[in-house]
């Protein structure tokens, strides 16, 4: 594609993030406007039941839905698939004016070619999310959950959440004091990512540690970048908004992690 083309992740739009919405509204007409296309890598929302919700969205997703369409019009949006919201489909797809994404897409820019993804599948030291993964991914799986109500479907969203949160604490306790970051990807997961796809970059979001990492193989030079998570709701003391995309364009890749929001006034009532 020609550049700048502009990457992102793991916004987790909800009725519960109202701040993070609007910097998200006010990122997308900035794409609209500087760049060539956008690509969601996943997580777009924090939690998805279904297409169905469309049918009769409640007012923040209709707000949502609006936004994603106006910036589609302008320009490309291509849209993958995160943990939280692997049962997008081809209604929303069409609804807002996007194009899917597949899991793994090669993705070139001038001189870079980056292999990018949602970034789960490196994560091979969770095995209990690598099964879960798998099965809900199954269509059969994912049929029977469409044809639950609506409540009862979002009920079950709600669980997992629950379980996911108290997992991940748990986690990251069992990290700090010792053993293998589990939660993060594997070096030999993200090696074998350059290998197979013949690529020196691979972009990705899932683990919310934005950043760059260098890797040296047999003399060359890979780079691993991870994307930025958003939130600009639920903070800690002395926490700042969190959110950003990655860049690539003829000049290369660049992380920009720090978003100048564009309505203050907006955010400070949200």
Known sequence: ??????????????????????????????????????????????????????????????????????????????????????????????????????????????STTALISHGDEYCTLDHSYQRFKWWVRQPWLQYAFRFLSLSRRLKIASQARAQSIKKMSQLSTQCANSGPDIIDVSTDAVISGFSDFGVNTIIHGHTHRPGQQGYDIDGKVLTRWVLPDWEYDHLGKDRQPRGGYIEISSQGVDLVEQLKLKHKERHDQA
């Open 1 to 110: 594609m020609a550049g700048p083309v502009w990457l992102a992740s793991d916004i987790h739009l909800s009725e519960n993030s109202p701040a993070t919405a609007l910097a998200f509204y006010d990122f997308l007409e900035d794409a609209s406007q500087q760049a060539s296309a956008l690509f969601i890598l996943g997580d777009l929302f924090d939690v998805w039941v279904g297409d169905d919700v469309i049918n009769h969205p409640t007012p923040w997703l209709k707000q949502s839905l609006e936004a994603l369409a106006r910036c589609a019009a302008r320009i490309p949006v291509y849209v993958g698939l995160g943990n939280r919201d692997f049962l997008l489909g081809v209604a929303f797809i069409q609804h807002i004016g996007a194009h899917p994404l597949a899991d793994q897409t090669l993705l070139s820019v001038g």
